[in-house]
């Protein structure tokens, strides 16, 4: 059997091409779980408010009309302009629905859908195939089921913020929307399990999805030592609770982190420091009591690593075994080799916009952006002529 490397390259996957998914979305994750679709061959049907998905007019920076957010979201898709309380656009939209789709996503505010009869139950008693999947808030049981949600506040009621950041200062977001687009990756599985049951049920259902879910899986290694220990684990900043040297460092001109997670990395880092007596320290000879002194082991690593520039470290580093990186800036990591070489940044086709791709491949092959992202009504004619502006 052929490595997957030693694969003929070929089109670019398209496994859901015939699928059809109508998007009820805005902001972050519903439009992500769209566009996974989409890049993977689905028709995905965006439907939006008169004034658009709010996400167009984040920025600046714009790009090509729209905030850069919303263009990295929304390409491969179709725009419809839907005004829910008209009750003739509801109905066609309604009919879309029965007619074409096979998967629904939404993630508009919580109880809208019941009161329009677009929620997946409705829509289920119409058409049993359908795949319906709710991006929620806080989940679609509990005291704060009807609550709507943000990223941010996620990352705070979920945990995620109380963890991130320096012992003594103020909590941290993590920079990237990772419980936006963690959701969306979740209702992607969800989906897909729908899919793989209704090829032998032929049946739909529907799928549930939250924010506040995807927080909690996230923090779910660190809740482990909570539930463990009884005790909240303080800020770790760039290190890990439970392993040590296990962290960042800043050098003479920039910053690296280390990740000597064994016994036998922290022997070689040792050596690569200069102080291979380390080892041999009863406060150091293992990982538990590496833990426990992790302050005084920090605090020696710290003062030698200012001494010599990044580079100096990296390949000194590399060289013994000891698993390192650069804290790389986004333009460098889009800059760097390794990225061009797996192709993760791709051009949209149609437009002069560049954006990364899907973190996947099948035999050696990224699928691939098909089409720039849409101008808002652009398709309006699949639900009703009469909406075209």
Not at 44 to 54: H, L, N, S, T, Y
Not at 71 to 85: F, G, I
Not at 292 to 302: A, M
Not at 336 to 358: C, K
């Amino acid at each position: 059997m052929p490595a997957p490397t030693d694969f003929a390259p070929t089109q670019p996957p398209a496994p859901f091409a015939g699928l059809v998914v109508v998007e009820l979305g805005h902001s972050v994750a519903a439009p992500f779980a769209g566009q996974i679709l989409s890049e993977l061959g689905a028709t995905v049907i965006k439907i939006e408010k008169a004034q658009g998905d709010d996400a167009r007019r984040w920025g600046p920076p714009f790009w090509e009309g729209a905030g850069a957010f919303f263009q990295t979201l929304n390409r491969n898709k179709q725009s419809v302009v839907c005004d829910l309380r008209d009750p003739d656009q509801l109905h066609a939209l309604r009919a879309l629905i029965n007619e074409r789709a096979d998967i629904v996503l939404q993630n508009l505010r919580p109880g809208h859908v019941e009161k329009l009869g677009l929620d997946g139950p409705s829509l289920l008693a119409a058409k049993p195939a359908l795949i319906y999947c709710n991006l929620g808030a806080f989940g679609a049981s509990g005291p704060l089921k009807d609550r709507p949600g943000y990223d941010p506040l996620m990352q705070a009621f979920g945990g995620i913020m109380s963890t991130t950041g320096e012992v003594g200062r103020p909590s941290v977001r993590v920079g990237a929307s990772i419980v936006d687009m963690g959701t969306g990756m979740w209702a992607i599985v969800g989906v897909l399990t729908a899919l793989f049951q209704r090829q032998t049920t032929g049946l739909g259902q529907v799928v549930d999805v939250s924010l506040f879910e995807t927080a909690a899986s996230w923090v779910s290694l660190l809740a482990a030592q909570v539930l463990a220990s009884g005790q909240v684990t303080p800020k770790q900043g760039s290190g890990s609770p439970g392993i040590v040297p296990y962290k960042g460092y800043a050098t003479a001109d920039g910053e690296v982190v280390v990740a000597a997670g064994s016994d036998a990395l922290f022997r070689s880092m040792a050596k690569v420091l200069g102080h291979p007596e380390w080892v041999d320290d009863t406060r150091f000879a293992n990982n538990p009591a590496r833990v426990v002194h992790g302050t005084e082991l920090y605090g020696l690593i710290d003062a030698l690593m200012l001494q010599q520039p990044s580079a100096h470290w990296i390949e000194a580093l590399e060289a013994a075994g000891v698993p390192c990186a650069p804290v790389n800036n986004l333009q460098q990591m889009m800059a760097h080799p390794q990225t061009e070489a797996l192709g993760l940044v791709q051009d949209v086709p149609g437009s002069g916009m560049r954006f990364i791709g899907l973190p996947i491949s099948f035999n050696g092959q990224r699928p691939q952006p098909r089409s720039a992202p849409p101008t808002l009504g652009q398709h309006n004619e699949l639900l009703n002529p009469r909406t075209t502006p």
